[in-house]
């Protein structure tokens, strides 16, 4: 099977990120993307994180019932910060079977140099990317070394996470970023508020 990874904080997973991975499960040639949650990102503080298994359970929540979707835990077992090529590296031996790709914005591509070992993940990894408001890609910059790099046209919706933590901190109204059930489980346990 072949599986578009799509790593995030996902703190918390929004429409944005939902509506991208159900693009993409749609409108590539992936059968599922599973959406990986990272404990820590490299290049972003992690005092804003909510813990990992908190997240993990929204993003599970979020997609329940969307049988082209999947929740990963996979970098919780992995030593931290997480770095996407060796977390490739360990889902290939764990799943031989399957053929991984690596869904990414445009504005994280722009952004590949500073990636640990991003040659490696360029010459073996098919990446696809959608377009991000503000991050265009120059077919012309990608360099020949890459594997395959496929520009996938997706809905661009400007919606960061880090509003919404600051919309829910604020007492202010997350409807319509947020699918309901995790606008509820936010609200309910009281996530973001400090």
């Given amino acids: 099977m072949k599986i578009g990874l799509y790593f995030g904080s996902f703190n918390p997973i929004h429409i944005g990120h939902l509506i991208i991975a159900n693009h993409v499960a ?9 959406l990986v949650i990272s404990p820590q990102n490299p290049l972003k503080p ?3 994180l909510l813990n990992e298994y908190h997240r993990l359970h ?4 979020a997609i329940a019932g969307n049988p082209l ?3 990963c835990d996979i970098e919780f077992k992995l030593p931290k910060p997480s770095y996407t090529i060796d977390t490739l590296t360990y889902l290939e031996e764990k799943y031989p079977a399957h053929e991984f790709c690596v869904l990414m914005g445009s504005d994280s591509f722009t952004n590949l140099p500073h990636w640990k070992n ?3 993940l360029l010459a073996n990894y098919e990446l696809i990317i959608y377009q991000r408001p ?3 890609v120059v077919t012309e910059n990608i360099p020949e070394s890459a594997k395959k790099v496929t520009l996938l046209t997706a809905p661009m919706l400007d ?7 600051s ?6 109204s997350t409807q319509y970023l947020l699918s309901d059930v995790v606008n509820q489980e936010i609200l309910n346990n009281g996530y973001y508020k400090g």
């Fill in 118 to 120: 991003y040659q490696m």
């Fill in 159 to 165: 919606i960061s996470a880090t509003t919404v933590r």
């Fill in 134 to 136: 503000n991050y265009s």
């Fill in 167 to 172: 919309l829910i901190k604020d007492g202010k």
């Fill in 46 to 48: 992690s005092s804003q």
């Fill in 26 to 34: 749609n409108f590539s040639t992936v059968e599922q993307v599973w």
């Fill in 58 to 61: 929204l993003v599970q929540t």
């Fill in 69 to 71: 979707l999947k929740a």
